[in-house]
């Protein structure tokens, strides 16, 4: 799949670098120039939301985000060193997360960084937590466009999008296919690549609700279904499982977390 290219010509996989150890990381200098940011300072503020977010997540923040001095050019030949960050595929992960969903360049990384990115340093569980967490941020903000377009019955908007994602299905129905009660979330009992794909979706449908002014109920309901069909038809292109057809954990959201909460205890 060919991801569509970035105001300034850079894509996210030309800034990538290989260090002496076969590893890949990416300058946070040069990701706060693809990212469009208008200063080194109001990226910085970015990068210590991710790296509290790495933290939260029980990660060690200087596995993902390694400070380095970076030397650059100050005008009439004159050179001067400048802060700077080595970032993991999943450091850059967080700090898209955190960045502004309505920035169309934003919207891009997360879908570079939520959908390809190799998470191999994080465990099942901490993907899932991770991962609903952000989903839970994007819903609300997701739900404030559709109430701006001027959705009121945001159970239909929401079904919009699941329907296409899902081939048809609607939140019940997906609801009843993992078998699930009542009072059980149909997000709590997603693995990692399932509440990634609706991660995607959510991202996605906010940034275009935003960037085009979508107004009317149905206009916005089509737009959300639309998206939903999109991202299926990229995960069909990819070869990727279907996500009504991915697996239910055995363990939802709530009970993870309250094994995390037990280990911090312990």
């Known amino acids: 799949m060919n991801l569509p290219a970035l105001r300034n010509e850079k894509s996210f996989e030309d800034i990538k670098q290989i260090n002496e150890y076969g590893q890949e990381y990416w300058s946070a200098r040069e990701l706060c120039d693809v990212l469009d940011y ?134 019940k129905q997906i609801h009843e296919r993992k078998g699930l009660k009542k009072s059980q979330k149909i997000l709590d009992h997603m693995g990692s690549t399932e509440l990634a794909a609706n991660l995607f979706r959510a991202t996605q449908a906010d940034e275009k609700l935003r960037r085009e002014n979508i107004q009317g109920e149905p206009a916005a309901n089509q737009t959300h279904f639309a998206v939903g069909q999109v991202v299926r038809k990229t995960i069909e292109e990819l070869g990727g499982t279907m996500p009504e057809d991915l697996p239910t954990p055995n363990k939802s959201i709530k009970q993870i977390q309250r094994e995390q909460e037990k280990k911090k205890i312990s």
């Open 38 to 171: 208008a200063s080194w300072q109001n990226f910085s503020s970015v990068i210590g939301k991710a790296v509290q977010a790495c933290e939260n997540a029980d990660n060690k923040a200087f596995d993902h985000f390694n400070e380095t001095i970076k030397e650059i050019e100050a005008g009439k030949g004159a050179k001067h060193n400048v802060q700077d960050f080595e970032l993991s595929r999943y450091a850059c992960y967080l700090i898209v997360m955190n960045g502004d969903p309505r920035k169309e360049v934003i919207a891009l990384g997360q879908t570079y960084f939520a959908i390809k990115a190799r998470q191999q340093e994080l465990s099942e569980d901490q993907k899932r937590l991770s991962t609903r967490e952000e989903m839970a941020k994007h819903n609300k903000s997701l739900a404030e466009a559709a109430q701006a377009a001027g959705v009121k019955n945001f159970g239909v908007f929401q079904n919009s999008g699941y329907k296409d994602l899902y081939g048809g299905l609607d939140q």
